[in-house]
């Protein structure tokens, strides 16, 4: 279900050129060596690259961050958080 909200996600962003096919977001993920955030995970995050947009949205949707360990290895991370669009 992540990756259809993730290829629907992409799908509307305009000028965005990925193939949305799942073997296609397969490989996309694997080249961005994507881990999913799980609670009490242990992270090694010396410096953060990239965090994505908050969605604007009243939901908890999927977000990412790009960072580089202590040995400068780059990792992708997924993980999930509330949208920033939540007028009560």
Known sequence: MKKAI???TLA???GLALATTPS?????EKDMNLKQYTYG???????????SDRPHSCRVEPM??????S??????????????????
């Open 6 to 8: 993730l290829i629907a």
């Open 12 to 14: 509307c962003l305009p």
């Open 24 to 28: 296609a977001q397969d490989e996309f």
């Open 41 to 51: 995970m242990k992270l090694d995050i010396k410096r953060v690259v990239y965090i």
């Open 64 to 69: 990412t961050m790009v960072y580089e360990d």
């Open 71 to 88: 040995k400068n290895e780059q990792h992708t991370l997924e993980y999930l958080a509330m949208g920033s669009n939540c007028n009560g």
